[in-house]
C-alpha cells in the first residue's frame, strides 16, 4: 500500500473512534435546567439527583437555576434545545400543568414540546402557623376563620403558585375565606410567619422543615393526599376535610424530538439511582419521597392533571399577564 494514504486511513479511523464515542450516550455532561433559585423544594431534588447520576454514570450532571417568569423562562428554553439528552428540565408540576392555565402566553406547549422521561419525586405541603397562633389543628383553624370578623391572612411564594392554589383548595374545600399575601420568595413568607406579620402560610416542607424542627413554626395540616415521611405524626388536611389533598409532583423532561432510545436510557438511568437507599433517605430528610413514573405513565399524567388544575386556576381567579 502506497504511504500516500496513510493520512486518510488515519482520519477516517479517527472518525469512528469520534462518532462512536460521540453515540455513547451520555459523552459528555448533562444539564438538569431548575425553573426555579437556589433553596427551594425542585431546586433540592434536583442536585440529590444529579449527584447521584454523577456517581453512578461516571459522567457530570450538572444543574442550572433559571428562576424567572414563574418558571416559564426555564421551561421555554429546554422546550427549544437540542434534543439530544443533554438538556434536559427537571420541573415541579406546576410549570408543566399549572402555568398553561395562569399565563396567556406561556411560551410552550406542555404536552407538543416534551419528551416525558420520568417522575422522579414528590414534595409535602403543609399549612404552617407562627407558634403562638391559637388554633393547633385544622379544625381549630376553620372555626377560628368562621369566628373572625376579618378574614385570616396567609402567605404563598406568589400568585399562582402551587402553595396559593392549595390555599384557595383550602378555602373552598373548608367553605372559609383565608386572605391570600403573595410574596416573591417563599423564604419571605416563611419570615413573616415566624415573626408574627402574618399567621398562616402555605409551604414546602423543603423549605419550611427546618422551621418546624426548631419549633419556630407549627404544622397545622398536611396538604397531600396522605402523610409524609418527614412528618409522620401530622395529619392531612384530608383527615378533617374529606376529600382535600393534592400532591405536587417533580419529574423529568426532554425536549420534543428527544430519540427514543436516549429517552428510555434516561429512564433507566434515574431508576437505578431512585432505587438507591441513600437517595431515599436524603429525599426524606428534605420532606421529599421518590415517585417512579416511566414515559408512558408520564405522559398520561400531564394530560390527566392539565385540565384539573386549570380549573383550580379558574375557581381561584389567580392570572398572570
Known amino acids: 500500500m502506497s504511504l500516500r494514504w496513510l493520512p486518510a486511513l488515519f482520519g477516517l479511523a479517527m ?28 431546586d433540592a431534588i434536583a442536585r440529590v439527583i444529579a449527584q447521584k447520576l454523577s456517581v453512578v454514570m461516571n459522567r457530570q450532571f450538572l444543574v442550572d437555576n433559571r428562576p424567572g417568569a414563574g418558571g416559564n423562562i426555564a421551561t421555554a428554553l429546554v422546550a427549544k434545545a437540542r434534543p439530544d439528552g443533554y438538556t434536559l428540565l427537571l420541573t415541579a408540576n406546576s410549570m408543566l400543568v399549572i402555568n398553561p392555565a395562569l399565563y396567556r402566553s406561556p411560551g410552550f406547549d406542555p404536552v407538543k414540546d416534551f419528551e416525558p422521561v420520568s417522575l422522579v419525586a414528590t414534595a409535602g405541603f403543609v399549612i404552617a402557623a407562627n407558634p403562638a397562633f391559637p388554633p393547633n389543628s385544622i379544625k381549630e383553624l376553620i372555626a377560628a376563620a ?5 378574614p385570616l391572612l396567609y402567605g404563598s411564594a406568589g400568585v399562582g403558585t402551587i402553595n396559593h392554589l392549595l390555599g384557595e383548595m383550602f378555602n373552598k374545600a373548608a367553605g372559609i375565606r383565608l386572605a391570600h399575601v403573595p410574596y416573591k ?63 405536587p409532583w417533580y419529574g423529568v423532561v ?11 436510557q434516561l429512564h433507566a438511568m ?9 437517595v431515599q433517605e436524603k429525599l426524606v430528610a428534605l420532606g421529599c419521597e421518590v415517585r417512579k413514573g416511566g414515559p408512558a405513565q408520564f405522559s398520561a399524567l400531564i394530560r390527566d392533571d392539565l385540565p384539573k388544575w386549570a380549573k383550580v386556576v379558574a375557581e381561584s381567579g389567580a392570572t398572570v399577564e
Do not use: H
Not at 469520534?18 to 427551594?40: C, H, L, M, N
Not at 413568607?189 to 399567621?199: E, H, L, R
Not at 426532554?254 to 428510555?264: E, F, L, M, R, Y
Open 146 to 150: 368562621k369566628a373572625s370578623p376579618e
Open 185 to 247: 420568595a417563599a423564604t419571605t413568607a416563611v419570615a413573616d410567619v415566624m415573626s408574627g406579620q402574618i399567621p398562616l402560610a402555605v409551604l414546602s416542607v423543603p423549605v419550611s422543615l427546618g422551621m418546624v424542627q426548631a419549633g419556630k413554626l407549627k404544622v397545622l395540616g398536611v396538604a397531600n393526599e396522605r402523610r409524609i415521611a418527614a412528618l409522620p405524626d401530622a395529619p392531612t388536611i384530608g383527615e378533617t376535610v374529606k376529600g382535600f389533598g393534592a400532591t
Open 254 to 264: 426532554a425536549p420534543a424530538g428527544t430519540p427514543k432510545a436516549i429517552v428510555d
Open 270 to 278: 434515574l431508576q437505578q439511582v431512585l432505587d438507591a437507599k441513600d
Open 15 to 42: 472518525f469512528a473512534v469520534s462518532a462512536s464515542a460521540e453515540d455513547k450516550y451520555p459523552s459528555r455532561p448533562v444539564t438538569f435546567i431548575v425553573p426555579q433559585a437556589t433553596g427551594g423544594a425542585n
